[in-house]
């Protein structure tokens, strides 16, 4: 009986440790919160910074209090080739990836950063849907449109470089769209334009602190922001 606890108290650990980046894919479909982010990004924070490879760790401070209190721990891996891939969902890869803690190394957020055309990006969302149902729909700057799934420990965001239909009634029909009638279609207007993709993850358990010191710890960019109170709205049309 002691023998079986103590494998499971290994087995329990093991699974808390994943390996590093750069030494497999990481699943942003597939992973635990009680995972180590340090020992996770222990590896690449040890490459050297050249034009093609960034990595760092950020530590956020309380202004308030002279800077006495961690608030959090910020992770940054980027890649500036789209050959490599840092992380996955479903049938999407991404270059870049962040991971925000809590001071005691809690794992709060994991997001990523990818290039994937319209075909691609809808065959994401057709997949998040299949598994856990249909998002909340919301279009918030022009150019992207937001998919929020809500589930018992984690909110799974996916802003998709993709705007709705008005005027094409003939696209496919669906309500958690727009009642209707259209669709979303690309935003590709420019012939070599690459379409960017931006996937978050949140516990569910930090949802609050995160979303307060969201720009302090710059888990938005310049093309898409994570819109966690998207989890929590009422929303009947993703055109209000």
Not at 20 to 26: C, K, N, T, V, Y
Not at 46 to 59: C, G, H, L, M, S
Not at 91 to 120: C, I, P, R
Request: glycine share 4%; net charge negative; hydrophobic share 40%.
């Amino acid at each position: 009986m002691k023998l079986r606890f103590i494998i499971i108290i290994l087995l329990f650990f093991i699974s808390c440790k994943p390996k590093p980046l750069g030494d497999e894919i990481f699943d942003l479909n597939d992973f635990s919160f009680n995972l180590n982010a340090a020992h996770l990004y222990e590896k690449s924070l040890k490459r050297e910074i050249n034009d093609n490879y960034f990595a760092q760790v950020d530590t956020s401070f309380n202004a308030g209090d002279d800077h006495k209190n961690v608030l959090g721990i910020h992770y940054i891996i980027n890649i500036n080739k789209e050959a490599d891939t840092l992380a996955k969902l479903k049938n999407v890869y991404f270059f870049k990836m962040e991971s925000v803690t809590d001071a005691k190394e809690n794992l709060m957020m994991v997001s990523a950063e990818g290039n994937a055309d319209f075909k691609q990006q809808m065959s994401l969302i057709k997949q998040l849907m299949a598994e856990y149902g249909k998002p909340k729909v919301i279009q918030h700057i022009s150019g992207f449109t937001t998919f929020t799934w809500r589930l018992s420990d984690r909110i799974i965001q996916i802003n998709g470089e993709m705007i709705p239909d008005y005027e094409n009634d003939k696209n496919s029909k669906d309500g958690f769209l727009n009642p209707d009638g259209g669709f979303l279609k690309t935003d590709n207007y420019e012939k070599d334009h690459v379409a960017k993709i931006f996937a978050y993850v949140f516990n569910i358990d930090h949802e609050e602190l995160l979303e307060k010191y969201a720009e302090q710890w710059k888990i938005s960019n310049d093309y898409s922001t994570p819109y966690l109170h998207d989890a929590n709205k009422m929303i009947t049309s993703p055109f209000n």
